[in-house]
């Protein structure tokens, strides 16, 4: 290790035996090579390799990003579309139904109408026929009376052979 | 012993003659620098071309980066809040450089570079650095009431110097602690493996005694790759800790 030719200014070292982390013969060579590479390790992570890794981080977040917002739009978009959907949908549902009930009432209208017109077609027939009874009947009574006189008055006749007046008669029979 | 455990952490010049000298020290290219090395070329051109921009559907690679891209963003975002991003270069930095040093130090044969104090103490007292400086360029000398802490007045006397001192070993301990683990689960492994080699060595039963330790190798390389892991993250969220409280004192973020 500390070779004769490795440093002019510490003593020497036997070759077995010593500690070589503690040989402070080699610190200025250690420190030196120490230096030069961390600088430059730090100088390519500062200026080359942390910009480009951070870079591609980033376009990747943002690409992430961007397509979460426009998957986010799109959907916002689908919902809106299906709540016009459902809108019209209830819109004409409401229409249909207001047309149905609109029909219903117009034709329950007419019904009532046709009902009603019936009935005083029915009932004025059914007066016509009472009224028909009504005479048919006064006239038979009137025939009755006159019948039941005239029969009184020829069976008088036959029986006694006397002419009883037509008011005698009628007023035996109580007319 | 055939072998040596500790000359695994040996540095070694690969180059016999010195570089250049520095304030009269002889800088060598040693087995160490040629790891760091490798780790910052390895971790700087994987890092650079893993994320290809405008690529939102990730290859291997470029998810690996992006992981631990985020995990290390995390990581200062819950710690210290957003205020603590843009310490974000010097944590990922921190936290790449000490993950790849430990696992490229797994690799049988090559160099545990933060199995060395002087590299993880000069890691530690940069994070210091950056804290103290970040401290008082956000509170000026009001960054000093973080040795005083909310508690009864009587208290403070003896409050105050234990905050200090507690500051003052933070770069010792972060240092000690990853040198310390990888230090001894690599010691472990160099152990174990001068058992297969001697017992192999020696013949007869006792050669097929040595999957004993080669087992156990095994295991303990399981381990050391958590290990080699987990003291990454431990010196990174330290580090965010630290931050924290230079960016809001005792406050909460």
Known sequence: ??????????????????????????????????????????????????????????????????????????????????????TSLANARSRANALAEETRQSLNGEIAKAKADADAEAAKAMAAADARINATR?????????????????????????????????????? | MAMNPMEQFAIKPLVEAPLFQIGGHAIHFTN???????????????????AKPGRLVPTRGQSLAEVSYEFVANMIHSTTGPSGLKFFPFVFTLFIFVVCCNFFGMVPGTFTVTSQIAVTFALSSLVMLVVIVTGFMKHGIGFLKLFVPHAP?????????????????????????????????????????GFVVSLGAAGGVLSLLSIGPMLLIVAIMLLELLVAFLQAYVFAILTCIYLNEALHLHDQH
Do not use: C
């Open chain 1, 1 to 86: 290790m500390a070779e004769p030719v490795h440093t002019t200014a510490t003593t020497e070292h036997p070759q077995e035996g010593g500690f070589p982390p503690l040989d402070t013969s080699t610190f200025p060579t250690q420190i030196f090579w120490l230096v030069v590479t961390f600088a430059f390790l730090f100088t390519v992570v500062w200026r080359v390799a942390g910009p480009r890794i951070n870079g591609v981080i980033t376009s990747r977040r943002s690409a992430i990003n961007s397509a979460i917002a426009e998957a986010s739009k799109a959907r916002a978009e689908a919902e809106a579309a299906q709540a016009g959907y459902e």
């Open chain 1, 138 to 175: 006064e006239s038979a009574k009137a025939t009755v009376g006159t019948a039941a006189r005239d029969a009184a008055i020829a069976i008088v006749e036959r029986l006694t052979g006397d002419k009883v007046s037509s008011d005698e008669a009628a007023k035996a029979v109580g007319n």
């Open chain 2, 32 to 50: 160490q620098a040629a790891m760091m090395v490798l780790v910052a070329v390895v971790a700087s051109v994987f890092l650079s071309l893993a």
């Open chain 2, 153 to 193: 007045v009587y208290l403070l006397p003896l409050l105050i110097p234990i905050e200090f001192i507690s500051f003052m070993t933070r770069p010792i301990s972060l240092a000690v602690r990853l040198f310390a683990n990888m230090l001894a689960g690599h010691t472990m492994l160099g152990v174990f493996a």
